[in-house]
């Protein structure tokens, strides 16, 4: 029974190893692999067993280049886990759409412009708290809060704004347009 290996490699060295298998074993790079191993194996020709550095054009840069792509590769794996985190998070917070609908609405609104504005003063004269905002919304202190934090993480509710006022004892939301 035969298995299957698979291997990763980065752009650059696959590209070399497609160029020599196409030459050299007919396009097939599963021979070129096998053949490869085998002579690796063996011991045959000249291989690399020692602690010595390839120096071969490029060979050392492309094992960098290479790392580099692979690195990459995690991290787009890891950015797309934590999007996936992310998206059950908000969609197990509990807070039904049409709650958050009237949440939303529930926020004060300020109109104005805002590039020099200073966020603490805006809260303390425009800005309301969990509790008013969830006497407004008709829901309790809890649905609000969760409600606020799972829009505002949302690209679509980039207009809502928050600050702790008063020592950090308080929280206060509105949204600016």
């Known amino acids: 029974m035969s298995e299957q290996v698979h291997i ?21 790079m599963s021979k070129l692999i096998r053949s490869a191993v085998e002579k690796e194996i063996s011991g045959s020709e000249d291989t690399n067993t020692g602690d010595t550095q390839t120096l071969e054009s490029g060979g050392k840069i492309d094992d960098i280049l290479n790392g580099v792509e692979d690195n990459g590769s995690a991290l787009e794996s890891i950015e797309e886990r934590l999007e996936n985190i992310h998206d059950t998070m908000i969609s197990q917070s509990g807070v039904p759409d049409h709650t958050l609908s009237e949440i939303y609405g529930a926020l004060p609104v300020v109109k104005g412009d805002f590039k020099d504005a200073d966020n603490g003063q805006i809260a303390v004269e425009f800005g309301e708290t969990e509790k008013e905002i969830a006497e407004k919304a008709g829901v309790s202190e809890l649905e609000a809060g969760k409600g606020i934090m799972e829009l505002s993480y949302e690209e679509e509710f980039s207009d809502i704004k928050f600050q702790t006022i008063r020592d950090g004892d308080e929280v206060r939301y509105w949204r600016e347009v």
Do not use: C, F, L
């Not at 990763?8 to 190893?17: A, F, L, N, Q």
């Open 8 to 28: 990763r490699v980065g752009e650059t060295r696959h590209k070399k190893w497609d160029k020599h298998a196409k030459s050299e074993y007919d396009g097939n």
